[in-house]
Nanobody, 123 residues
Framework: EVQLVESGGGLVQPGGSLRLSCAAS????????MSWVRQAPGKGLEWASA????????TYADSVKGRFTISRDNAKNTLYLQMNSLKPEDTAVYYC????????????????WGQGTLVTVSS
């Protein structure tokens, strides 16, 4: 079964940190670019970050640049999102998703999504 399973979400105080994980299975994880996309309560989907298949190239939305770091461990078939200096506006369900190719591009090319993990930033 081809799937992505996110974990690591929870409640964190503003200014705090959290690390999300995404376990991939059912496909050759090391051959595909990956992404993190989030959806705040009552809002639409917001693309947050992406990483190419080898992990050597990354990109971020302006809203998270400098605070979040996307990474991957291909040997463990796992994608990560290290979130630092969290703000209340970071509160959202975070989804990991798989691109169609080894490189990242527009979100319309995300073909596989996980169920999401909820991150709540509040004091």
């Amino acid at each position: 079964e081809v799937q992505l399973v996110e974990s690591g979400g929870g409640l964190v105080q503003p200014g705090g940190s959290l690390r999300l994980s995404c376990a991939a299975s059912g496909f050759t994880f090391s051959s595909y670019a990956m992404s993190w996309v989030r959806q705040a309560p009552g809002k639409g989907l917001e693309w947050a970050s992406a990483i190419n298949s080898g992990g050597g190239s990354t990109t971020y939305a302006d809203s998270v640049k400098g605070r979040f770091t996307i990474s991957r461990d291909n040997a463990k078939n796992t994608l990560y999102l290290q979130m630092n200096s969290l703000k209340p506006e970071d509160t959202a369900v975070y989804y990991c998703a798989k691109y169609r190719a080894t490189y990242y591009s527009g979100p319309r090319y995300l073909e596989l999504w996980g169920q999401g993990t909820l991150v709540t930033v509040s004091s």
